[in-house]
Each structure stands twice: as structure tokens, then as C-alpha cells.
């Protein structure tokens, strides 16, 4: 299985499915107007060890909603995830078993070689 979750409006993300031309037989999930489900979650879990590790810090509601100042736990980090798209680290590309997740050069790369 080969998947990419992203969001459409991401300038970074579309330069990144740019980057991974072609994909062929990678399924694209645009996560605003299709939000990833619990199942779909867990499986990213399952894969990169923890919820906070796809989570992201950069998102705006997470300074806005004070989040900075708390302790957030796994549920937490998962029920965040779920209740609003921005709290995905993105993109999420999934190669199998492999899994990567967020924007860095390095893991662009390592995703590109395991997509072709």
C-alpha cells in the first residue's frame, strides 16, 4: 500500500508531491475534505511508535488554544488529531510498513526511494 496524506492548500506539501512525481498507484488523501478516521490514525501510530511524534507543534490553534503551556498526553495528542486537520504533521506518506512523517529534506528523500 502506498498512501500520502495531505492537505491541499499547503504550499509545502504540493511542493513535495511535485518532488515524488510520479505516483503512480500512491493513493492521495486530502485530509480537509476527506479528515483521516480513527482507524486510519491508528495504523499511523502503530507504525511511527506514538501520536505525538504526528503531531504538530507548528500548527496556529496550538499556540492559540494555549497548548503550549500544558502536558499533553497520548490521548490527548490523538484526540487533537482527530478533532482538527492542522494537527497533523503533514504530509504523512505511508510505503507499506514504512512510514513517513513531516517535511524535512531527509525524510522527503527516504520516501522518495521507497515510493519508486
Known amino acids: 500500500m502506498k498512501k500520502i496524506y495531505h492537505l491541499g492548500s499547503c504550499s509545502t506539501c504540493k511542493r513535495i508531491l511535485k518532488e515524488l ?7 492521495l488523501q486530502e485530509i480537509k ?8 490514525l491508528e495504523q499511523m ?7 505525538e511524534s504526528l503531531f504538530s507543534r507548528r500548527a496556529m490553534l496550538f499556540r492559540q488554544r494555549g497548548l ?16 482538527h486537520y492542522t494537527f497533523l504533521k503533514r504530509p504523512v506518506i505511508i510505503v507499506n510498513d514504512q512510514i513517513f512523517v513531516g517535511n524535512s ?4 528523500e527516504a520516501a522518495k526511494e521507497a515510493i519508486h
Request: hydrophobic letters at 25%; charged letters at 40%; proline letters at 7%.
Open 21 to 27: 512525481e510520479p505516483l503512480d498507484g500512491v493513493e
Open 68 to 83: 503550549h503551556e500544558k502536558e499533553l498526553s497520548e490521548k490527548d495528542y490523538k484526540d487533537l488529531i482527530l478533532e
Open 33 to 40: 475534505s476527506e479528515p483521516i478516521t480513527p482507524a486510519q
Open 105 to 108: 529534506k531527509k525524510i522527503v
Open 45 to 51: 501510530e502503530t507504525l511511527s511508535g506514538s501520536y
